[in-house]
């Protein structure tokens, strides 16, 4: 399985709702990676879990709540958003010692309403 | 800081094409070098990369070759075809966990 999946691909939400994303990868790999990309953009780093602890968190706003359970999975918590946090939701994943091999998933497109 | 400057789109060729899309870096130490590729709808693929200088990395007919002297890692490509109609990313990584992208160029291939 050289994949990372992410759920769902689409996602409306309020701005009172609480929703979260979900990435997983079964590649072995330690690092997962959560990034914010605008249209004709390149991705922001937001959040980068290593062997499951929070090592970098780009000064996110505490609506935007990480986390990761286990090796394979990534989830982001989603509350109270604003709709200029419409993007697309991009999870990524690397090799153990290798952090410059990123393997992104398809992404989640989510509007806030 | 560390950054990468990459040319602004769009590209529009017609099918076999020579491409060329134009990337320079600024980093200090020895940064390894990739360009992405991002399909409509798609999340980003990893298309080549180069860890040292005078590396030439290749994939799907793309090749660029990272040019210290220049601090540059060019993007070229033969022929292209209208499948290769994506947004391309140059990036450098200086070790840890940070990326550094360029703004992507966007390539339209016509028939």
């Known amino acids: 399985d050289t994949e990372v999946t992410q759920t769902p691909k689409h996602l409306v939400m309020g701005m009172t709702n609480k929703k979260s994303l979900k990435c997983e990868q079964h590649m072995g790999h330690r690092a997962m990676y959560w990034y914010k990309q605008k249209a004709k953009k390149p991705p922001e780093l937001m959040f980068v879990y290593s062997y499951e602890k929070l090592s970098i968190n780009e000064s996110v706003p505490s609506r935007f709540s990480p986390e990761c359970p286990n090796s394979s999975l990534l989830n982001l918590h989603l509350h109270a958003l604003q709709p200029e946090d419409s993007a697309l939701y991009l999870c990524?994943?690397?090799?153990?010692?290798?952090?410059?091999?990123?393997?992104f998933g398809p992404g989640t497109r989510l509007t806030v309403t | 800081g560390d950054s990468v400057t990459q040319m602004e789109g769009p590209v529009t060729l017609s099918e076999e094409a020579c491409l060329t899309i134009n990337c320079t870096y600024t980093a200090t130490g020895y940064p390894s070098l990739f360009w992405y590729v991002q399909y409509p709808g798609e999340g980003l693929q990893l298309l080549l990369k180069?860890?040292?200088?005078?590396d030439k990395g290749s994939n799907k007919g793309f090749e660029a070759t990272y040019r210290k002297e220049t601090t540059s890692f060019h993007l070229e490509k033969g022929s292209v075809q209208v499948s290769d109609s994506a947004v391309y990313f140059c990036a450098l990584d200086t070790g840890g966990f940070k990326t550094i992208f360029g703004a992507g160029t966007r390539l339209f291939v016509k028939a």
């Open positions: 180069a860890t040292k200088a005078d």
């Open positions: 990524a994943s690397s090799p153990p010692g290798q952090a410059y091999e990123q393997y």
